[in-house]
């Protein structure tokens, strides 16, 4: 991404690839492609060796490309020992679990414990 035009003193065009992303001036922000800037992030709480928590990995790499329009996805892993002060900050109990924060790491969403189905997933994350 680069700034490439000017439109006036104190506003901005940002384009990349040809499309217009976004306009900027002093005021706000108007945004033209809502998926390019994402506000939310999907937490995927899991331990990489259980069986349930693989088949939520395989169910989220089958709609990576609508998921990755939606949401950032983060992977918090009971394997890597730096992840487990998040484990702790959301009171995870139980996994495969999922949580929707927003840009600041307020909870936005949890689902149940467990599997969820890619149409159930996407249909709630469309609706946040």
């Not at 992977?75 to 840009?103: C, H, M, N, W």
């Not at 936005?108 to 946040?128: M, N, S, V, Y």
Request: glycine share 6%; proline share 3%; aromatic share 6%.
């Amino acid at each position: 991404m680069r700034f490439v035009k000017v439109v006036g003193v104190m506003s901005v065009v940002l384009i990349m690839g040809g499309n217009v992303l976004a306009k900027a001036d002093s005021a706000n922000v108007v945004q033209t492609q809502k998926h390019i800037v994402k506000e939310s992030t999907l937490l995927f709480f899991m331990n990489p060796n259980g069986r349930p928590c693989q088949i939520q990995d395989e169910i989220l790499q089958s709609v990576k490309g609508t998921i990755d329009s939606l949401v950032n996805v983060q992977y918090i892993k009971t394997t890597i020992s730096q992840d487990q002060a998040e484990f702790y900050k959301y009171g995870i109990r139980s996994i495969p679990l999922l949580i929707v924060v927003d840009k600041k790491g307020k909870e936005i969403k949890r689902f149940t414990p467990g599997i969820h189905e890619q149409d159930k997933l996407i249909a709630a994350l469309k609706k946040l």
